[in-house]
């Protein structure tokens, strides 16, 4: 079983700054591409921020400058790095990860953390 845990996530104010981290454990035997996304009240899921695994990035337009993604693969971690904060960038971010696990065989699954909330507000 593979599994992503998420932390970081809280309360800031406007301008602030928070570091999301998302650790994969299992039986992994290797992961391709990790990302963060988003889901504010009513709104759909989005793509904030992905990397590959040659460390490649994209970035949603609206936290481009703002937000950094980055992976240590020696820990099965990604990370993102979210500084001056805006209230609409309130919303559940989940950890995302394209990976090839094992158990019998070797196998290609997608999987998810399970959110961490982040709330920017005076």
């Known amino acids: 079983q593979v599994q992503l845990v998420e932390s970081g996530g809280g309360l800031v104010q406007p301008g602030g700054s928070l570091r999301l981290s998302c650790a994969a454990s299992?039986?992994?035997?290797?992961?391709?591409?990790m990302g963060w996304y988003r889901q504010a009240p009513g709104k759909e899921r989005e793509l904030v921020a992905a990397?590959?695994?040659?460390?490649?990035?994209n970035y949603l337009d609206s936290v481009k400058g703002r937000f950094t993604i980055s992976r240590d693969n020696a820990k099965n971690t990604v990370y993102l790095q979210m500084n001056s904060l805006k209230p609409e960038d309130t919303a559940v971010y989940y950890c995302n990860a394209d990976l090839i696990g094992y158990s019998t065989q070797l196998y290609s699954n997608n999987y998810w953390g399970q959110g961490t909330q982040v709330t920017v507000s005076s």
């Open positions: 990397i590959s695994s040659g460390s490649r990035t």
């Open positions: 299992g039986s992994i035997f290797r992961i391709n591409a």
